[in-house]
């Protein structure tokens, strides 16, 4: 709508200068001058969206002895959403013990 006010004050607008309008009034004209405006306008989907690309990384340890067992583990994990406003982020960390326990 805004560029179709636009495009008709250029029409209807005469420089004395050149001896021109601002935009001859063919369809010609008209269609060439709606179609640059089509891209003028913002570009929302690069301006909120990302590719997502997701990271996880993990570190583990793990050992023992004929008594006891031991396990330690350490992930990130990074999802980056389509919607640039969020991101995920997980944190996890895990240990785990057994102790075998003999009676005296």
């Known amino acids: 709508m805004v560029y179709t ?3 008709y004050n250029l029409i ?3 420089n004395k200068t ?3 309008f601002g935009l001859p009034n063919t369809d010609e004209a008209k269609t060439a ?3 640059a405006a089509e891209f003028r306008n913002t570009n929302w989907f ?3 969206f990302s590719q ?9 340890i793990s050992g023992g002895t004929d ?13 980056p959403r389509l919607d640039k406003s969020q991101q995920g982020r997980t944190l996890t960390l895990n ?3 057994a102790i075998i326990l003999t009676a005296i």
């Open 33 to 35: 001058y709606l179609r």
């Open 12 to 14: 209807s607008s005469y």
């Open 18 to 20: 050149t001896g021109q």
């Open 5 to 7: 006010v636009k495009m």
């Open 46 to 48: 690069d301006r909120l």
């Open 67 to 79: 008594k006891a067992d031991y396990y330690a583990s350490l992930s990130a994990i990074v999802r």
């Open 52 to 60: 997502a690309i997701m990271h996880n990384h993990s570190v583990s």
């Open 95 to 97: 240990v785990n013990t």
